[in-house]
């Protein structure tokens, strides 16, 4: 089982920037495809961002143009690059496996987007 820890998160205004990792404690790292999701209070986990093994990444509609995720496998570590930031990406961010995940999820870093 992997385990997954994110971190990153904080208070940004609107229009802001924000980084977020999260480092997975597996020796095979590089042959997982990986996601980012996010939870806002009284909202379904949705998914964000995906990058397979390969490199292919895909973005919800939502996020387009605004996010980009990468990742070392050398580091076991996904990032996600978070520009042009609203009051709407508010929520709480994960990182998992794809496309099963891993079924205990890290703690989750927070990001907050408020003036």
């Known amino acids: 089982q992997v385990q997954l820890v994110e971190s990153g998160g904080g208070l940004v205004q609107p229009g802001g920037s924000l980084r977020v990792s999260c480092v997975a404690s597996t020796s095979i790292f590089k042959f997982y495809d990986m996601g980012w999701y996010r939870q806002a209070p009284g909202n379904q986990r949705e998914l964000v961002a995906i990058i397979s093994s390969g490199g292919i990444i895909n973005y919800a509609d939502s996020v387009k143009g605004r996010f980009t995720i990468s990742r070392d496998n050398a580091k076991n570590t996904v990032y996600l690059q978070m520009n042009s930031l609203k009051p709407e990406d508010t929520a709480v961010y994960y990182c998992?496996?794809?496309?099963?995940?891993?079924?205990?999820w890290g703690p989750g870093t927070q990001v907050t987007v408020s003036s």
């Open positions: 998992n496996t794809r496309p099963f995940p891993q079924p205990n």
